[in-house]
């Protein structure tokens, strides 16, 4: 072995990082009290159990450590260290046998730093003291390290328990959510009940039934309002943009209502234009808006990992035209379109807002052209 005042520029580069803090002092009495030791793949360095007090850094290779298990009697590797990294300290400081293996894990080459020669050097006893307190607080900063990464592992580790209850939660919405639907359009067409389904009473009914279980969900997974869309973030955006979408859209469905008029296909019966049943039909839309897209398609969005949100937007669009079978296909069809238009409104600028000016003046132009 050769010392560490012939090391090689990698080796005297390495132990000069590690002892980079500490007094010059300390830094010429370790070079003179260190060696540089070749090792071969699988070589064993330190026993767990075993009485030594030498330090080691790693100038080439990876070692593993590895803890003996009581019951069954074999090693498990627990750490891996690397290059420029350290083993062997907590001996050195504490006198106690060695609380680990270390091994080879491919053939590579130590810093050994014996304590015992550093020592015997002129003040070598004063030496090794204050090595001792400087490598202390090394340790105690690595431990302080190793101790925030395994508390950020447990906030990710309950982050992502609490992400799959809620999951379970939102399936279970979900089926809920459909049974509904697929029970009510069932029972429509089925005629077993005598319902007029173009009136403000039979719309507020089938939305109270969505609600329940959409609020009661809402409540366990303590969904913030911001995160439905409901904040001033984004709003003038999101209602300048909200309107110029209305014109248009409203334009293009009194013109398709035309047309299927005149073909005597047009789906529904125009409806004249009632400022009661108007103003009830905007908190009607908004209530609509903030369970599709704030918490249908929001919590697609996260579940998924969709970054871009499209297949959201698709998924809860069509989801929630689902609800509007009974009003009939052209219906479903142009719930599942017009949600998309309302899903991109709502990914580009995160509220609610402009979603419903563009669910009511579309809703109005429908339902007062006929086409619902």
Same mark, same amino acid.
């Given at each position: ?11 005297a ?8 803090d500490?007094d ?21 360095? +330190?026993?767990?159990?075993? !009485? ?10 990876? *070692? ?6 009581p %019951? ?10 690397s ?6 300290? #907590? ?16 053939a ?8 015992? @020669?550093?020592s015997?050097?002129p003040?070598?006893?004063l ?7 400087? %490598?202390?607080?090394? &340790? ?14 447990l906030q ?10 809620? *999951?379970?939660?939102? *399936? ?14 069932? !029972? ?9 389904i ?12 969505? #609600? &329940?279980?959409?609020? %009661? ?7 913030? +309002? ?12 999101? #209602?300048?943009?909200?309107a %110029? ?5 409203? @334009?293009?469905?009194?013109? +398709? ?6 073909f005597? !296909? ?5 409806l ?9 039909y ?5 209530l ?5 897209r ?29 609800f ?9 069809? #142009?719930?599942?379109a017009t ?9 580009r ?6 979603? !419903? ?16």
């Amino acid at each position: 072995m050769s010392t560490c005042l012939d090391l090689p520029a990698e080796a005297a580069e390495i132990l000069s990082a590690f002892s980079a803090d500490m007094d010059p002092s300390i830094q010429s009495a370790l070079q003179q009290a260190c060696r540089l030791k070749p090792v071969a793949s699988g070589e064993p360095i +330190l026993t767990e159990g075993a !009485v030594g007090s030498v330090l080691y850094l790693v100038v080439a290779g990876t *070692f593993g450590v590895y803890r003996r298990d009581p %019951l069954d009697q074999t090693d498990h590797r627990v750490a891996v260290v690397s290059t420029g990294q350290a083993f062997g300290e #907590m001996a050195l400081l504490d006198g106690e046998p060695r609380s680990a293996s270390v091994r080879a894990e491919e053939a590579g080459c130590l810093i050994e730093i014996d304590p015992d @020669a550093l020592s015997k050097q002129p003040d070598g006893v004063l030496r090794l003291s204050e090595f001792k307190g400087e %490598l202390a607080s090394l &340790v105690t900063r690595r431990m302080r390290a190793a101790n925030q990464e395994h508390v950020a592992a447990l906030q990710r580790e309950l982050k992502l328990r609490e992400e799959q209850q809620h *999951f379970g939660k939102f *399936f279970v919405y979900s089926l809920i959510m459909m049974s509904i639907g697929t029970l009510v359009n069932n !029972v429509l067409a089925r005629s077993l009940t005598n319902i007029d389904i173009y009136t403000a009473v039979f719309a507020w009914q089938y939305l109270a039934v969505l #609600m &329940v279980p959409s609020l %009661l969900i809402i409540w366990h997974m303590q969904i913030p +309002l911001s995160e439905l869309g409901l904040t001033t973030r984004g709003l003038g955006k999101s #209602m300048r943009e909200g309107a %110029l979408v209305s014109a248009g859209l409203c @334009a293009v469905t009194f013109g +398709l209502a035309a047309g299927l008029r005149y073909f005597d !296909v047009l789906p529904g019966k125009a409806l004249p234009f009632d400022p009661w049943g108007s103003a009830s039909y905007f908190l009607h839309s908004a209530l609509q808006e903030v369970i599709a897209r704030g918490f249908l398609q929001s919590s697609f969005q996260r579940f998924l990992g969709d970054k871009r949100g499209w297949r959201s937007v698709i998924l809860a669009s069509v989801l929630f035209g689902m609800f509007h079978l009974h009003f009939g296909l052209p219906a479903v069809l #142009m719930t599942i379109a017009t949600g998309c238009v309302f899903g991109w409104i709502y990914i580009r600028h995160q509220n609610i807002a402009g979603v !419903v000016l563009i669910h009511y003046m579309m809703g109005v132009a429908a339902f007062n052209s006929g086409l619902l």
